[in-house]
């Protein structure tokens, strides 16, 4: 199957700083890529939808100013968290539409942890 | 909002079938119903995925209703490596987007 990487695996940040993470597609292209959030023994909520050389479309409540998506090449999209929060740590997993029925793979996410 | 429900645990022995239900009375004619599992601080992994017929591979079974208003993914012989939290997933057409839902935490005993 189609295989997603996220980096870095974990991160430790202080609060006010900002926190980029990677999400490729390694073995195949990806236009789409989505970004979720995960609370602890919560459900991964999505945060905004990524597509590659256009500006991400963000879901209800998700402040894009804050969280800033980048789709620069078709196995690359980035989310950097700006002036982060103890609120805003998180699990963050990214997934791209791949395979013979466009389905999602999920790449092993991010915890975050801001201090 | 979540277009499925779940129960929101079960549990199964070692060596039998696990039946997950999912209800998805809103699901429109062209909507895919996706099966995902999460093991404990992963990305979800794809099982399965149908429209309106049965489908089988190699990791599990999916049956859908006629009416298509329910399903349910049905692991054959669970071992302690399936348990995790098992989404089911109704697929936004037009946008591909996933809403995801409590899913079920399965427990498989030994």
């Known amino acids: 199957g189609a295989v997603v990487s996220q980096h870095p695996s974990w991160v430790i940040c202080k609060s006010g700083t900002s926190v980029k993470i990677e999400c490729r597609s390694l073995?195949?292209?990806?236009?789409?890529m989505f970004w979720y959030r995960q609370f602890p023994k919560q459900s991964l909520m999505l945060m905004a939808t990524?597509?590659?050389?256009?500006?991400?479309?963000?879901e209800q409540g998700v402040e894009k100013d804050k969280f800033l998506i980048n789709h620069a090449s078709l196995t690359l999209s980035t989310l950097t968290v700006t002036s982060a929060h103890p609120e805003d740590s998180s699990f963050y997993i990214c997934?791209?539409?791949?395979?013979?029925?466009?389905?999602?793979?999920f790449g092993p996410g991010t915890r975050l942890t801001v201090t | 909002d979540a277009k499925t429900t779940q129960p929101p645990s079960m549990d199964c022995a070692e060596g039998r079938a696990a039946n997950l239900p999912c209800n998805h009375s809103?699901?429109?004619?062209?909507?895919?119903v996706y099966w995902y599992r999460q093991i404990h601080s992963q990305g979800p992994q794809y099982i399965i995925h149908?429209?309106?017929n049965n489908e089988t591979n190699e990791m599990a079974s999916l049956i859908i209703t006629e009416d298509r208003k329910s399903s349910t993914l049905i692991l054959p012989h669970a071992t302690l490596r399936d348990t995790a939290v098992y989404y089911c997933?109704?697929?936004?057409?037009?946008?591909?987007?996933?809403?995801f839902g409590t899913g079920t935490r399965l427990k498989v005993l030994a």
């Open positions: 997934s791209a539409i791949a395979g013979r029925w466009d389905e999602q793979y």
């Open positions: 073995d195949f292209q990806a236009t789409t």
């Open positions: 990524s597509n590659e050389g256009s500006k991400a479309t963000y």
């Open positions: 809103t699901i429109s004619g062209n909507e895919y």
């Open positions: 149908g429209l309106k």
């Open positions: 997933i109704v697929r936004d057409s037009g946008t591909y987007k996933y809403i």
